[in-house]
């Protein structure tokens, strides 16, 4: 059983649409992140959070807006996102972010459809 | 720049037989590196990794790696394969940028074991 726990595991939506999908993890990690996956394709990292504050943003379109209200969650809020958005979106964990030898635990993803 | 090679996108392999499944690397500095398994509708599993010590890596469900520093790789091996264990496998090494360690992952392998 993955450690890592995210709602709802899928979710179809309008491209008008405002949904929010969330990620939980009880491990103590202070480091958590969301990733974009395309099928077949190898994770595509969007934002870290460090001690519950954003350090790091891929360049990510506005479109996709990360919260984290305390060391436990993480939320990822979409709203008018696109077709092309359409992916498995993973949520991953570790002790850390600068512990080279930690390694990421993941959540099972939330598969996203835009209508 | 920094990368990761998985040269094969697809492994068949008879039941019972070795497996191995390749991966090399591009860092400067030290590589940190890790191998993950995806199992269809769910998230990365982590299998193993390397950080300094034992060039032979042990880690879940029977995989061994195999640090090579003069070839540059790190691939995966397990003596013996089920059928269970076909899925998507990603390579992954992680390299400190500014002050955070980011994944960069290979394209993935898929593996198949038939019975």
């Known amino acids: 059983d993955t450690e890592v726990t995210q709602t709802p595991k899928h979710l179809v939506m309008g491209m008008t649409n405002k949904k929010s999908l969330k990620c939980e993890q009880h491990?103590?990690?202070?480091?958590m992140y969301w990733y974009k996956q395309k099928a077949k394709k190898p994770p595509e990292l969007m934002f870290v959070y460090s001690y519950e504050k954003l350090s790091i943003n891929e360049s990510v379109p506005s479109r996709f807006s990360p919260e984290c209200p305390n060391s436990s969650l993480l939320n990822l809020h979409l709203h008018a996102l696109q077709p092309e958005d359409s992916a498995l979106y993973l949520c991953?964990?570790?002790?850390?972010?600068?512990?080279?030898?930690?390694?990421?635990?993941f959540g099972d993803g939330t598969r996203l459809s835009i209508l | 720049a920094q990368s990761v090679a998985q040269p094969e996108d697809q492994v068949n392999v008879a039941e019972g037989n070795p497996l191995t499944v390749k991966c090399t690397y591009s860092?400067?500095?030290?590589?940190?590196l890790f191998w993950y398994v995806q199992y269809p509708n769910r998230g990365l599993q982590f299998l193993l990794k390397?950080?300094?010590?034992?060039?032979l890596v042990k880690g879940s469900y029977g995989f061994e790696a195999e640090f090579n520093k003069s070839q540059t790789s790190f691939h995966l091996k397990k003596p013996s394969a089920l059928v269970s264990d076909s899925a998507l496998y990603f390579c992954a090494v992680r390299v400190l940028l500014y002050n955070f360690n980011k994944f960069y992952f290979g394209s993935g392998t898929k593996l198949n074991v038939k019975p």
């Open positions: 390397y950080i300094t010590g034992d060039n």
């Open positions: 860092v400067s500095g030290n590589p940190y």
């Open positions: 491990m103590g990690h202070r480091a």
């Open positions: 991953a964990s570790s002790q850390g972010i600068q512990g080279a030898g930690q390694p990421q635990h």
